[in-house]
């Protein structure tokens, strides 16, 4: 995937958010107007030290999005980054997404040592919503590394849902991500001087898929606005990520998460 392809979205989501604004100035209203939701959150889980390790931690992370209030039901997964819904057609939503990327260094692994040190960014881009059912959901998020990595990061996944109690929801499907060498090179590529330093193999990197897995969540629904969640997420590394020397002589393919999680909606209209 090109750099020019995350161009090419991002427009053809500003096109038809611009249409959706000259629409409601037509109509006397703003392109802001009507119901709103905020959602915040934290999760805490048990996933890899880092991408590819053999060894777990305990982590935190938050959870946002904000979106227009809809007629139907709306899913939400803790794998969804922080994003604004510029398009929201109940069946279809588009808007932009970003991502924090956490720096990382061989205080998160003695398998780190003498590998380069990844810096703190960020990741920014177009996220595409599709529900072709009301009790299945398909997301896909593209998005271009800021200061972290220079790649193209996207993620798929489909989940399917269904009220198992009135206020117990189960949901689950599979998932995937595929990046760019410019990704690869800052998580699992290993350079001559790296290679000294470290002992692994020299690696350089292609692009290609970087794992595929499933995941299932058991949602409750507290009150109106509060929900609570336990989840469970498996993936497998694949292409550049699986070849890596880090991940064959240090790491591991397989990466299990489980955790439990907790958000709060508020909901709120603009003029």
């Given at each position: 995937?090109?750099?020019?392809?995350?161009?090419?979205?991002?427009?053809?989501?500003?096109?038809?958010?611009?249409?959706?604004?000259?629409?409601?100035?037509?109509?006397?209203?703003?392109?802001?107007?009507?119901?709103?939701?905020?959602?915040?959150?934290?999760?805490?889980?048990?996933?890899?030290?880092?991408?590819?390790?053999?060894?777990?931690?305990?982590?935190f992370s938050p959870l946002i999005s904000v979106g227009r209030?809809?007629?139907?039901?709306?899913?939400?997964?803790?794998?969804?980054?922080?994003?604004?819904?510029?398009?929201?057609?109940?069946?279809?939503?588009?808007?932009?997404?970003?991502?924090?990327v956490p720096s990382r260094d061989d205080s998160d692994g003695s398998e780190l040592k003498g590998l380069?040190?990844?810096?703190?960014?960020?990741?920014?881009?177009?996220?595409?919503?599709?529900?072709?059912?009301?009790?299945?959901?398909?997301?896909?998020?593209?998005?271009?590394?800021?200061?972290?990595?220079?790649?193209?990061?996207?993620?798929?996944?489909?989940?399917?849902?269904?009220?198992?109690?009135?206020?117990?929801?189960?949901?689950?499907?599979?998932?995937?991500?595929?990046?760019?060498?410019?990704?690869?090179?800052?998580?699992?590529?290993?350079?001559?001087?790296?290679?000294?330093?470290?002992?692994?193999?020299?690696?350089?990197?292609?692009?290609?898929?970087?794992?595929?897995?499933?995941?299932?969540?058991?949602?409750?629904?507290?009150?109106?606005?509060?929900?609570?969640?336990?989840?469970?997420?498996?993936?497998?590394?694949?292409?550049?990520?699986?070849?890596?020397?880090?991940?064959?002589?240090?790491?591991?393919?397989?990466?299990?998460?489980?955790?439990?999680?907790?958000?709060?909606?508020?909901?709120?209209?603009?003029?």
């Open positions: 995937m090109s750099h020019r392809s995350v161009v090419s979205i991002s427009l053809a989501i500003a096109i038809s958010s611009l249409g959706s604004a000259a629409a409601a100035q037509e109509s006397g209203q703003h392109f802001w107007s009507g119901d709103w939701y905020l959602s915040v959150g934290v999760a805490g889980f048990s996933a890899p030290k880092f991408e590819g390790s053999s060894h777990n931690e305990f982590k209030q809809s007629a139907g039901q709306r899913f939400s997964s803790r794998n969804d980054n922080p994003s604004f819904a510029l398009v929201d057609k109940g069946a279809f939503r588009a808007g932009i997404v970003g991502k924090f380069k040190k990844v810096k703190w960014g960020a990741e920014a881009g177009a996220f595409l919503e599709v529900y072709p059912t009301d009790f299945l959901r398909a997301r896909a998020e593209v998005r271009q590394g800021i200061r972290s990595h220079d790649g193209i990061v996207a993620d798929l996944a489909v989940d399917a849902f269904s009220d198992i109690a009135p206020d117990l929801q189960l949901s689950g499907g599979p998932r995937a991500t595929f990046a760019t060498s410019g990704y690869y090179d800052a998580y699992y590529g290993v350079n001559a001087k790296q290679a000294a330093a470290s002992g692994l193999d020299p690696y350089k990197p292609s692009s290609g898929i970087q794992s595929y897995g499933a995941g299932t969540a058991l949602t409750w629904k507290a009150t109106e606005n509060l929900s609570a969640s336990s989840f469970l997420e498996y993936k497998r590394l694949a292409g550049p990520a699986a070849d890596s020397s880090l991940v064959r002589e240090r790491g591991s393919k397989n990466q299990v998460l489980v955790g439990v999680s907790a958000t709060y909606k508020f909901n709120f209209s603009l003029q």
